[in-house]
């Protein structure tokens, strides 16, 4: 890489901004402090960038800097308030694509809407082909995103879109804090979780199993039935996202009843709302993982089981490939040094 003495085409060494050039760096409003991070990882200074409100709500953004020829990422997750956070991106994208930047890319660590992906009853919209409709008409020439519901969230947008995966990090966390993960089994709570399970037991080389669920209406299940044997082992939950942790506490009071002898929830979006740090506290966990693809901070000071996996390095390095021209292949199955 000229960097070091590595001969490898997948070394990911720490470049500083003078290996970068024709960058500019952005964070929206809805997690600062992952945009921080990321440019820290990168070794480069966040872009100025002015968001405020007027009287009436509406939402005004202004580009503190030119960017005229310049390779653009703008950091908003879907987080938090999400119609103001999108609606930040999307004024963003534009500002940036009418002041002639070479490219706009959209980083969206967790994607808005993104559980909408799908006619599943009679006139319900697909609001996640929607919001792929929109970043497009704003001006996004590429869209870099982590852990979709549904991977065929991809085939809504026209434009390149990256799905990162939180896997690496994830397997990381297991190995650093269960200490007999080797005799663990990875549980999905539903099926549609099924492939994500066994790729990460196929690597860790552990059994897994699976809850087959029945909701009565959105956020609400009325029974589980679990298909694997836990009896005498450490069960550990993994799922792409944890919103009001219904799902997860009926799953882990499921497991222990089945004989499992400890239970660990790791999550790739920590949505968190409602009564899900109630739940969390009374649930049958040991602790909950979760990535900071949304800000856990305020949650993690109420709630002490919930635990945090930072993926900046990743969505950094991505960045750093992007804007170089490097496949991000690399990083669907490791995570940068």
């Given at each position: 890489c000229g960097l070091?003495?590595c001969?490898s085409f997948a070394?990911v060494?720490v470049?500083?901004?003078?290996n970068?050039?024709?960058i500019?760096l952005?964070a929206?409003?809805?997690h600062?402090?992952l945009?921080l991070?990321i440019?820290?990882?990168l070794?480069i200074?966040l872009?100025k960038?002015?968001?405020?409100?007027f009287?009436?709500q509406?939402?005004s953004?202004?580009?503190g800097e030119?960017?005229?020829?310049?390779?653009?990422?703008i950091?908003?997750?879907?987080c938090?308030e999400?119609?103001d956070?999108?609606?930040e991106l999307?004024?963003m994208?534009?500002?940036?694509k009418?002041a002639?930047?070479s490219?706009?890319?959209?980083?969206?660590?967790?994607?808005?809407?993104a559980?909408?992906d799908?006619?599943?009853?009679?006139r319900?919209?697909?609001?996640?082909?929607?919001v792929?409709?929109?970043?497009?008409?704003a001006?996004a020439?590429?869209?870099i995103?982590m852990?979709l519901?549904a991977?065929?969230?991809?085939?809504f947008?026209?434009i390149?879109?990256?799905?990162?995966?939180?896997e690496?990090?994830?397997i990381?966390?297991?190995?650093l804090?269960?200490?007999?993960?080797?005799?663990a089994?990875i549980?999905?709570?539903?099926?549609?979780g099924?492939?994500?399970v066994?790729?990460?037991?196929?690597?860790?080389?552990v059994?897994f199993a699976l809850?087959?669920?029945?909701?009565?209406?959105a956020?609400e299940?009325?029974?589980?039935v679990?298909?694997?044997?836990v009896?005498g082992?450490?069960?550990?939950?993994?799922?792409d996202?944890?919103?009001?942790c219904?799902?997860?506490?009926?799953?882990?009071k499921?497991?222990k009843e089945?004989?499992a002898?400890?239970?660990?929830?790791i999550m790739?979006h920590?949505v968190?709302?409602?009564p899900a740090?109630d739940?969390?506290?009374?649930a049958d966990?040991e602790a909950?993982?979760?990535t900071n693809?949304?800000p856990?901070?305020g949650?993690m000071?109420?709630?002490?089981?919930?635990?945090v996996?930072d993926?900046s390095?990743?969505?950094?390095e991505?960045?750093?490939?992007?804007h170089n021209?490097?496949?991000v292949s690399y990083?669907?199955?490791?995570?940068?040094?």
């Amino acid at each position: 890489c000229g960097l070091c003495s590595c001969a490898s085409f997948a070394c990911v060494c720490v470049r500083g901004s003078t290996n970068m050039p024709n960058i500019k760096l952005f964070a929206g409003s809805s997690h600062s402090g992952l945009a921080l991070k990321i440019s820290q990882n990168l070794g480069i200074d966040l872009a100025k960038v002015t968001s405020k409100k007027f009287a009436n709500q509406e939402t005004s953004v202004e580009i503190g800097e030119s960017v005229r020829g310049e390779d653009v990422y703008i950091i908003q997750s879907g987080c938090g308030e999400v119609n103001d956070h999108l609606m930040e991106l999307l004024i963003m994208i534009n500002a940036c694509k009418i002041a002639s930047a070479s490219r706009v890319t959209a980083v969206i660590p967790c994607y808005p809407y993104a559980r909408q992906d799908k006619k599943d009853k009679s006139r319900a919209p697909i609001s996640a082909k929607l919001v792929a409709n929109m970043l497009s008409v704003a001006g996004a020439d590429h869209i870099i995103t982590m852990d979709l519901h549904a991977s065929q969230i991809q085939g809504f947008f026209d434009i390149p879109v990256d799905n990162l995966y939180a896997e690496p990090a994830v397997i990381k966390w297991i190995k650093l804090n269960i200490e007999s993960w080797r005799d663990a089994v990875i549980v999905s709570p539903d099926a549609g979780g099924a492939k994500r399970v066994t790729a990460i037991a196929d690597i860790l080389n552990v059994n897994f199993a699976l809850i087959h669920k029945e909701r009565k209406r959105a956020n609400e299940v009325a029974s589980m039935v679990l298909v694997g044997d836990v009896t005498g082992r450490v069960a550990v939950l993994v799922d792409d996202m944890a919103d009001t942790c219904g799902t997860m506490a009926l799953a882990a009071k499921k497991l222990k009843e089945a004989g499992a002898c400890k239970v660990y929830g790791i999550m790739t979006h920590g949505v968190l709302s409602g009564p899900a740090l109630d739940r969390i506290r009374n649930a049958d966990l040991e602790a909950l993982a979760v990535t900071n693809t949304i800000p856990q901070a305020g949650k993690m000071d109420q709630c002490d089981k919930i635990k945090v996996i930072d993926i900046s390095n990743i969505l950094a390095e991505a960045i750093r490939r992007t804007h170089n021209g490097e496949s991000v292949s690399y990083l669907f199955s490791h995570e940068p040094l």
